[in-house]
């Protein structure tokens, strides 16, 4: 059970963080801040969709055909602490080496779009003001950025880990006695 959640979870962490490093280098120039949104959790449902995969091929090869709710949703939250953790390390190295002025760009790109959508200067004005608190935090403070990282990928993974073990859970049927 053990390597089907280590490989899973890598696999599934690397598959959400595809995007993230490859997309976003490659494109995100010229995609509006939702449209980047939508790939990046499209991203990571595709990445996640293995915690499918290993309940089923631990139910049906290791337990007899049979998985409770709960060692499912195990099974699934370890894949996602995996991966969550894949897509953290990863970005944390592209943040450091590669794109350290991310926040100055999404916000530069955030205020352009809200200029654009006619949003009023005293919003503009407020939420270029929250935004350069956040990314001035989180520029300077590791485990903010971190945690701030995990808020983004865990949740998708914590979801869909209950929707599989919902689906997937199979308990023995009870013995019938016949009288």
């Not at 690397?14 to 490859?22: E, P």
């Not at 709710?69 to 894949?79: H, S």
């Not at 592209?94 to 779009?113: C, H, L, R």
């Not at 808020?151 to 016949?178: D, F, H, Q, R, Y």
Request: some cysteine; proline content about 2%.
């Amino acid at each position: 059970m053990e390597k089907i959640i280590w490989v899973c979870g890598v696999i599934a962490g690397v598959i959400s963080v595809t995007w993230g490093v490859a997309g976003e280098a490659l494109v995100s120039d010229s995609l509006s801040l939702s449209t980047r949104m939508i790939f990046g959790y499209a991203t990571m449902i595709l990445g996640f969709s293995l915690i499918f995969v290993a309940i089923k091929n631990y139910r049906d090869n290791h337990n007899s055909g049979q998985i409770t709710f709960g060692k499912a949703l195990g099974i699934g939250l370890l894949i996602t602490l995996i991966a969550s953790t894949v897509y953290v390390v990863v970005w944390m190295i592209d943040f450091k080496y590669f794109v350290p002025d991310y926040g100055e760009k999404y916000q530069a790109q955030a205020i352009a779009e809200m200029k654009a959508s006619g949003a009023s200067a005293a919003e503009i004005k407020k939420q270029g003001a929250e935004m350069a608190a956040t990314f001035a935090k989180y520029k300077t403070s590791f485990t903010f950025r971190a945690m701030f990282t995990y808020l983004e990928i865990a949740p998708v993974g914590i979801v869909i880990s209950l929707i599989a073990a919902l689906i997937l859970k199979k308990n023995a049927k009870p013995a019938t006695v016949n009288v």
